[in-house]
């Protein structure tokens, strides 16, 4: 089945309409870019995607099945990582923390979980980071261990919004390559603003303003935006 499919979907908050006749196919190993201005309904058709917000019309699938059901399946890295990051954690606990999510009562990590988390911390290259507190590292070394902890879960997909908002150009050439590097194995759904790197590293990229129109990465200029 696709990783994620939509057939249509339509959203409005009251009679104000957010989504309309939104069409969007992403399968294994896409790499597709979500761009639109601010109010455009990015943020609603991510949460449309993980189940969050049922649209008014529409078929919704990840993974073949209702999202609700599936997204566990999703890594979903936030906007804003470093504002909600004030008290002392180590790198190790976050990246351990993406094990909580669907497991019910915290009964402590198992040899499973910190597999993963060793893993998922390989995959982005700050093992060597493992014992430092979070606060102490760079926006991109931040935004590389949110990566890692959305990837314990071992996703078929990987959310990630505005990553690059707090990353210096250099890193994010690195950031952009490291996300290249995952797409062997993990479809990769982005929303940004970063014009620059989206015709370099992006295989599809859509703007979304109530509507979704898919560009050509390669043929995209700013005047489509
Ligand atoms: P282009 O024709 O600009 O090179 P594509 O080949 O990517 O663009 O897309 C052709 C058409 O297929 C688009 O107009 C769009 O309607 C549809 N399409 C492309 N990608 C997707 C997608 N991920 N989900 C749903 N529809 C898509
Ligand atoms: P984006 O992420 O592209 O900025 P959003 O999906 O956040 O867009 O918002 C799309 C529109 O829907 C905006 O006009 C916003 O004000 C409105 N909106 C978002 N969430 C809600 C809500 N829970 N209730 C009412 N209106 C909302």
């Given at each position: ?14 009679n104000?309409?957010?989504l309309e006749?939104?069409?969007l ?10 761009i639109?201005?601010?109010g455009?309904?990015?943020s609603?058709l ?47 606990e ?23 988390a060793?893993?998922a ?9 493992r014992?430092?507190q979070?606060?102490e ?11 890692a ?5 071992r996703?078929?997909l ?10 210096d ?21 982005l ?12 295989d599809?990229?859509?703007c ?10 390669k ?5 489509d935006?």
């Amino acid at each position: 089945a696709e990783v994620i499919d939509l057939k249509d979907v339509w959203v409005s908050y009251g009679n104000t309409p957010v989504l309309e006749a939104v069409d969007l196919v992403v399968e294994d190993r896409d790499f597709l870019a979500i761009i639109g201005p601010n109010g455009g309904g990015k943020s609603t058709l991510l949460k449309v995607i993980l189940g969050l917000v049922k649209p008014d019309r529409g078929s919704v699938r990840l993974l073949g099945d209702d999202p609700k059901k599936t997204r566990k399946y999703a890594g979903y890295v936030p906007q804003y990582i470093s504002s909600n990051l004030d008290f002392p954690i180590s790198v190790w606990e976050v990246v351990l923390m993406g094990c909580l999510g669907h497991k019910g009562p915290f009964r402590g990590y198992n040899e499973d979980d910190r597999k993963a988390a060793y893993e998922a911390l390989k995959v982005v290259d700050m093992l060597d980071y493992r014992d430092r507190q979070i606060g102490e590292l760079s926006g991109g070394q931040k935004q590389r261990v949110f990566i890692a902890r959305s990837l314990v879960t071992r996703p078929r997909l990987l959310i990630l919004d505005e990553p690059s908002t707090g990353i210096d150009s250099k890193r994010q050439r690195e950031f952009y390559e490291l996300l290249n590097r995952l797409k062997s194995e993990i479809a990769i759904l982005l929303v940004t603003h970063d014009m620059s790197a989206l015709s370099v590293y992006v295989d599809k990229v859509a703007c979304l303003n109530r509507r979704l129109h898919y560009h050509n990465s390669k043929e995209l200029s700013p005047k489509d935006l």
